[in-house]
Nanobody
Framework: QVQLVESGGGSVQAGGSLRLSCAVSGNIFSINTVSWYRQPPGKQLESVAT???????VYSDSVKGRFSISRDNVGKTVWLQMSSLKPEDTAVYYC?????????WGQGTQVTVSS
């Protein structure tokens, strides 16, 4: 089992920055990729950023150049640095970790960007 706890959400004005954290615990050695997803109000869940075991990163086009995913050396914390935030970035942000057999999700953290 893997447990994920997100933190760092909040309200910010457009153009501002926030850093989300995802604390990973449990069987962390089973984890392959860790991703951040988001669900804007009234819209579907969408992938934001992914980091692989070798440190490679992938971003959605909507956040490329503005967001950065990273992790600590032991894989217990994954961050999402968000800069140049836009009102359309408003969403509940979720951290998710995938192993060979399962996907684990955190409870989510709200990010609200005002214009």
């Amino acid at each position: 089992q893997v447990q994920l706890v997100e933190s760092g959400g909040g309200s910010v004005q457009a153009g501002g920055s926030l850093r989300l954290s995802c604390a990973v615990s449990g069987n962390i050695f089973s984890i392959n990729t860790v991703s951040w997803y988001r669900q804007p109000p009234g819209k579907q869940l969408e992938s934001v950023a992914t980091i692989t075991p070798d440190g490679s990163t992938v971003y959605s086009d909507s956040v490329k150049g503005r967001f950065s995913i990273s992790r600590d050396n032991v894989g217990k914390t994954v961050w999402l640095q968000m800069s140049s935030l836009k009102p359309e970035d408003t969403a509940v942000y979720y951290c998710t970790a995938r192993s060979i057999v399962a996907a684990y999700w955190g409870q989510g953290t709200q990010v609200t960007v005002s214009s």
